[in-house]
């Protein structure tokens, strides 16, 4: 493990408590943390539900038959949603991501979305209005998220082989159900398709190759997702994390690749390219080759707390503002001095004690 340590920095990621303005100011899209990154993508829980039990994200040991779940009326509404949402794009959101647990278990889905889809940034511009999905309902949603206004979707497989997949995901459910919901989500419209692969040693890694062959060609883009200890539920060592570049190493002995600029700033994900002009891959590496610097993320969960960071220990509050009478303005004051005080960079941190901070899980507030 000496050879594979993360330095750490500092690991005091706990937020501290923003000074709020005494009056308020209308937002300008141009906001920024302590660190210069700006406000540009809101990432938004509607359910801390999932019909999966995914090891790196729901244990069935932990997700339980006994597990309490939020109770309804402590979700936020759509139109609650959509109200934050608004706000956020006035202050530079220019993508939103829907999230869950699994979003497409959230009754009426389709309504939220085709409220989302009205948005506009400053400019006019649509937002980017995207979700992300264990495409176990896809096959009877797509078209209707489509005609919502949904613009892409990216879908969760990690492996192509039945059992190594259903033994990931905890609920016995089939690979080509998955591919199907993909084809439909395809059909619908909603392109590019991503489909997002999490990568464990001795896990699932031997399906590397696998998932890239079936995806090559197809206009899918597959992007490899290093396993990250998010939550305090999935029992994550470094040593079971592949990196990134080990991937992108045996792609490019199976495939050939070459390294392709990103689509705009701050982009997650590295892309490659098949060097026989087949499609392009992405690589995800937030363990072993941390992106903190160029976050621009921002994140909502289920019940209406605002959370800076993917490995934040606690959130702010914003749902108790909506229901206990707060203006926009003063919403949107509260926004702005907690963007303005972020300082979180976990992933630039790591060590081998941060893992063991009490984060918020991932089926909280979304991947």
């Known amino acids: ?11 005091r990621t706990r937020a501290s408590t923003p000074v709020l303005p005494q009056s308020t100011e209308a937002p ?53 949603i959509h109200r934050l949402a608004r706000l956020f794009v006035a202050h530079g959101v220019e993508k939103i991501r829907l999230t869950g647990g699994e979003p497409l278990l959230r009754k009426d889905i389709e309504h939220l979305v085709g409220l989302l889809a009205t948005l506009r940034t400053p400019s006019g511009a649509p937002v980017d209005l995207t979700l992300t999905t264990n495409g176990a309902l896809l096959t009877r949603k797509a078209r209707a998220l489509a005609a919502a206004g949904l613009r892409r979707i990216s879908v969760s497989l990690d492996a192509l082989d039945d059992a190594i997949f259903q033994r990931m995901n ?7 159900d998955v591919l199907r919901g993909i084809d439909a989500a395809s059909d619908a419209g909603l ?8 990568v464990q040693r001795s896990v699932n890694d031997g399906q590397i190759e696998a998932m890239a062959r079936q995806f090559k060609g197809t206009g ?19 040593d079971d994390v592949v990196p990134s570049a080990e991937v992108v190493r045996r792609l490019d002995a199976a495939f050939g690749v070459d390294p392709v600029d990103p689509n705009y700033d701050g982009e997650v994900a590295e892309r490659w390219r098949y060097r026989d002009g087949s499609g392009e891959i992405g690589v995800i590496a937030s363990v072993t080759q941390a992106f903190c610097r160029d976050c621009t993320r921002a ?9 800076t960071c993917l490995f934040a220990t606690s959130g702010h509050d914003l749902k108790s503002m909506l229901r206990g009478g707060a203006s926009d303005e003063e919403v949107s004051d509260r926004i702005a001095a907690i963007w303005r005080g972020r ?8 060590s081998a004690e941060t893992p063991r901070l009490q984060k918020i899980e991932m089926s909280y507030i979304g991947g």
Request: net charge positive; glycine share 6%; hydrophobic share 40%.
């Open 1 to 11: 493990m000496t050879d594979r340590f993360i330095p750490l920095v500092d690991a």
């Open 28 to 80: 300008t899209a141009l906001l920024g943390d302590r660190l210069g990154r700006p406000l540009r993508d809101l990432r938004i829980s509607v359910t801390d539900r999932c019909n999966f039990r995914c090891t790196y994200c729901m244990p069935r040991e932990v997700f339980d038959a006994s597990y309490r779940f939020l109770p309804h009326a402590q979700l936020l509404s759509f139109e609650e």
């Open 170 to 176: 905890g609920a016995d459910f089939p690979v080509a």
């Open 191 to 198: 392109l590019p398709v991503k489909v997002n692969m999490v």
């Open 220 to 238: 899918r883009i597959l992007r490899f997702i290093e396993y990250m200890d998010v939550g305090t539920s999935n029992g994550w060592r470094l």
């Open 299 to 307: 994140r909502l969960s289920t019940e209406g707390k605002l959370y």
């Open 343 to 350: 300082a979180d960079r976990y992933s630039e941190i790591r």
